[in-house]
């Protein structure tokens, strides 16, 4: 529900400033069909539960195909903002990447942003299954919850061709995020006895750097009259090296006290390849 109001913020945010000049400057809006290829390291199981090794284990690319949808908008001579918001197969809007820019010249320029993706962690009560076989999981059922990914970036931009023609940027996003902070617990109950164990897991922020260079391309095709119609080409690749640090509380149902720790877990290769393409329409 918060990523819901976080993209129904930074929309009513784009209308706003649109409203607040509306004869000022150029309007894209872009819809596009793609899909997505991520890639998580993965690792051996040891003694601590390891939250990545269960990231989007059983997506694949149809799973990760995606509307988006785009609108940019000059809201000052050199200023402009870059709104795009991702529904997932899921068919709900929660995911999007915003950002503000200055153009120094031309070509080049400079902005801030903020991204938010959502990632699956799926089957890991199969952690349990293999490091403690003499127990059984009270509650058999798949677990699954989704995090959000947030980021926060500083982005140079090269226009090398920008005509009214056909417009070519290239992007470098540079900056930091961290998963959202998330909560499962799991029962076990030994085999052939009465002992009950309570595995209480929350995990915390942590945030890592990461790059993500972008590029788009726009071909007008034709105008009816003074909106212009084209085809627009997405691209984007980011890179990181991420981990989920938790907090791990293990009561016994005896009269031990629970014990809680604190478990920095292993970073892990982040990869996240995107290609989305669709029309335009400009005024």
């Given at each position: 529900m918060r990523?819901?109001?976080?993209?129904?913020?930074?929309?009513?945010?784009?209308i706003h400033l649109i409203a607040q000049n509306p004869s000022n400057g150029t309007i894209d809006f872009s819809i596009t069909l793609g899909t997505a290829d991520v890639s998580v390291e993965k690792y051996l199981?040891?003694?601590?539960?390891?939250?990545?090794?269960?990231?989007?284990?059983?997506?694949?690319?149809?799973?990760?195909?995606?509307?988006?949808?785009?609108l940019s908008y000059d809201f000052y001579e050199?200023?402009?903002a870059d709104i795009n918001v991702i529904i997932m197969s899921d068919l709900v809007p929660d995911n999007y990447d915003i950002s503000v820019h200055y153009l120094f010249s031309e070509y080049l320029g400079v902005g801030l942003g903020s991204l938010y993706y959502s990632n699956y962690i799926t089957y890991f009560e199969d952690y349990h299954k293999e490091i403690h076989p003499d127990y059984i999981i009270l509650d058999g059922n798949v677990r699954q919850f989704e995090t959000y990914d947030m980021g926060f970036y500083i982005s140079p931009t090269f226009r090398p061709i920008y005509s009214d023609r056909l417009k070519v940027a290239l992007r470098c996003d540079v900056g930091f995020s961290s998963?959202?902070?998330?909560?499962?617990?799991?029962?076990?109950?030994?085999?052939?006895?009465?002992?009950?164990?309570?595995?209480?897991?929350?995990?915390?922020?942590?945030?890592?750097?990461?790059?993500?260079?972008?590029?788009?391309?726009?071909?007008?095709?034709?105008?009816?009259?003074?909106?212009?119609?084209?085809?627009?080409?997405?691209t984007n690749y980011f890179f990181s090296r991420k981990s989920m640090d938790y907090y791990r509380t293990l009561q016994i149902?005896?009269?031990?006290?629970s014990l809680e720790e604190f478990i920095n877990a292993p970073k892990h290769r982040y990869t996240r390849f995107e290609l989305d393409g669709g029309m335009f329409f400009s005024w």
């Open positions: 990523s819901l109001y976080l993209t129904a913020y930074f929309l009513a945010l784009g199981s040891d003694e601590n539960m390891d939250f990545l090794n269960y990231m989007n284990s059983d997506l694949d690319y149809v799973e990760l195909s995606a509307i988006k949808l785009g050199r200023m402009y998963f959202m902070e998330e909560h499962s617990a799991f029962y076990l109950k030994r085999k052939l006895s009465n002992e009950i164990r309570l595995y209480d897991y929350t995990t915390v922020k942590t945030f890592e750097p990461y790059i993500n260079p972008k590029l788009n391309l726009k071909l007008t095709a034709f105008r009816l009259g003074s909106v212009s119609v084209g085809f627009v080409c997405n149902w005896t009269p031990d006290p």
